[in-house]
């Protein structure tokens, strides 16, 4: 039997790929992507809704910058970080860069996961990551991750971003993050 980690490890992944290459081919449409989706996040969101919280743990804001609209793999980020103790503030999709800061001093955030899986202007979104990094305490780490983040490693860099290529990657980040302070 599978279990919530092995569902979001294995499952989602391959899952949102397939559909993806589908809708790229033609083979479903975009309302089929969207249903599709939409089931998934709800499996995602319920499956966190489920985690009991602890109230000392310490907070991951979690959302996707400015231009962003994929919210699978933030969704993953989340539970998988609420998995191993994590309390979550998901802000969704598409938050401008001052409301991330906002959101995380609010919130009392420890760290910011931003993930970044398509945008039509990546140029922007870079300018999105580093104004929030700009915007926030040194002390606070801001991890990106997804497939557009990997590729713009390089745009994204800088000091105080981390830039994950895999969830596990961002598993390990929190992990340091968590035993530093």
Known sequence: ??????????????????????WRSGQLTI??????????????????????????????????????????G?????????????????????VPAADIVAGAATSRA???ALSIVHSSNPAAVVR??????????ATIPVLTGGALAVKMTKSLEQPGIVVCDSIAGMRRVLARAAQAS
């Open 74 to 94: 933030a969704a993953l980020a989340a539970t998988a970080a609420a998995l191993d103790g994590w309390t979550i503030i998901y802000l969704g999709v598409d």
């Open 1 to 22: 039997m599978f279990g919530i980690p092995a569902f979001l490890r294995e499952i989602v992944p391959t899952l949102m790929h397939r559909i993806g290459d589908e």
């Open 31 to 72: 309302a089929h992507e969207h249903l599709a989706t939409a089931a998934v996040l709800a499996i995602i969101f319920e499956a966190l809704r489920s985690m009991p919280e602890t109230p000392a743990a310490r907070r991951l804001l979690v959302a996707t910058p400015a231009g962003e609209r994929h919210a699978v």
């Open 110 to 112: 420890d760290a910011v």
């Open 128 to 137: 999105e990551v580093h104004a929030v990094r700009a915007s926030m305490p």
